[in-house]
C-alpha cells in the first residue's frame, strides 16, 4: 500500500525557512511522479510544485516561484519541498502526493494521492 508521510513543518518568524520531508513507501520510487500541495484554513487547496522521478524536470505553482525549492532523494525514497523567505501567506497544511499518471511530468501538476499533511505556521 502507497504511503507518503510529511514531516518537517512548524512554526517560523516572517523570512525564515524550513525544509519539509515526505517518505514514500509501498512502492517503487519511481513509479511516479510527485508534489506537494498546501490548503490554508477556509481557504481552497493551492498547488505548490512538482517533479519527475524520471529526469528531474520541475514545475513550480505561481504560490512557490522564487522562493521554494522541490528536490527528491532516490536513495532514500524521499521528496523534500525547501521553503524560503516565508511569508506569514504561506500559512498552511502542506501535503505530498503522487501522480498516479507516472514518473514524467505532462506540463501541469497532477495531486493524485497524498499524506497526512505537515503544517507550517509563519509567524508576522
Known amino acids: 500500500e502507497l504511503q507518503l508521510v510529511e514531516s518537517g513543518g512548524g512554526l517560523v518568524q516572517a523570512g525564515g525557512s524550513l525544509r519539509l520531508s515526505c517518505v514514500v513507501s509501498?512502492?517503487?520510487?519511481?513509479?511516479?511522479?510527485y508534489g506537494w500541495f498546501r490548503q490554508a484554513p477556509g481557504k481552497e487547496r493551492e498547488g505548490v510544485a512538482c517533479?519527475?522521478?524520471?529526469?528531474?524536470?520541475?514545475l513550480y505553482e505561481d504560490s512557490a516561484k522564487g522562493r521554494f525549492t522541490i528536490s527528491t532523494d532516490n536513495a532514500k525514497n524521499t521528496v523534500y519541498l525547501q521553503l524560503n523567505s516565508l511569508k506569514p501567506e504561506d500559512t498552511a497544511d502542506y501535503y505530498c502526493?503522487?501522480?498516479?499518471?507516472?514518473?514524467?511530468?505532462?506540463?501541469?501538476?497532477?495531486?493524485?494521492?497524498w499524506g497526512q499533511g505537515t503544517q507550517v505556521t509563519v509567524s508576522s
Open positions: 502526493a503522487a501522480d498516479f499518471s507516472g514518473p514524467s511530468l505532462s506540463g501541469r501538476c497532477h495531486y493524485d494521492y
Open positions: 517533479i519527475s522521478t524520471s529526469d528531474d524536470s520541475t
Open positions: 509501498g512502492t517503487a520510487f519511481d513509479n511516479y511522479a
